[in-house]
């Protein structure tokens, strides 16, 4: 088969899922474990570093599938709290390639309407990266349509006892009552609180469990789990995770299924 053959019969197969997508099941706010980077670049003899290179296609590709159906937000776990304990020369790396695709693809956020966010203690990045979170941020603050989140320098725990923390600083100053605190109060003090609930939460590479990502707001999300590293996990793969989704009867602990 010629690679111009190739193109058409993949072309043909993005085009028969999407047509499965039901537009009115979609979920709101999807939030992606990019796992298996490295084991990607292992199987390939290569390098870590280029599994996390590789990933990078796999992020541009998911992003633009996301926004082209109508997704709300999209969350990326790009870097864990827990990330700092790597090599110290991979996690030089991984900065240079956050700053270089927030250079690359900041024309492309904006010829989509795609708007950029963070949540994490993002204070902590280099300088480098932290300026051009900042400058993107602000280069895409005007767009509206999908939010691309990228948590980064996150953990859920953390962001949870943040949380609290601004929670005791706003009863002790008298901005609310300790017995109005609710639920729906405490979400407010989330870094997620500008984003819709989260309704679905892939991770790649088959590992069963979520690694300190958005802790309360998984309460009720769909999990899907998929043996895909994150390098081979592109466009068909997000639409057949969706359509997954889409099979699912969402209760929310009641005996009949909910709408969103």
Known sequence: MSRHEQHSSEEQILAQLREQL??????????????????WAQQQGKPRIEGHRVGVES?????????????????LYA???????????????????LVEYLKREVKTMNANNIRLSTIGRTGELPER???????TIEATSR???????????YGGQNEILDAVKKIVYDVRDKQFNIEDLSADVFVRYLSTAHLPELDFMI????EMRISNFLLWQLAYAELYVT????????????????LDYQQRLRRFG???????
Do not use: C
């Open 143 to 153: 767009n509206t349509g999908m939010t691309l989140n990228l948590a980064l320098n």
């Open 59 to 75: 992020v541009r590709a998911v992003v633009e599938a996301a926004a082209d159906i109508g997704i709300q937000a999209l969350t």
């Open 254 to 260: 009641d005996v009949r299924e909910q709408t969103q």
């Open 22 to 39: 039901n537009p009115n099941k979609l979920p709101r706010h999807v939030a992606i474990i990019m796992d298996g980077n490295g084991r």
């Open 79 to 97: 870097f864990s709290s827990e990330n700092w304990k790597r090599p110290a020369l991979e996690v030089q790396a991984l900065m240079a390639i």
């Open 227 to 242: 043996p895909i590293l994150w390098p081979d996990f592109r466009k068909p793969q997000f639409y057949q995770a969706i």
């Open 129 to 135: 990266a932290r300026k051009a979170l900042e400058k």
């Open 203 to 206: 991770r790649t590479s088959g």
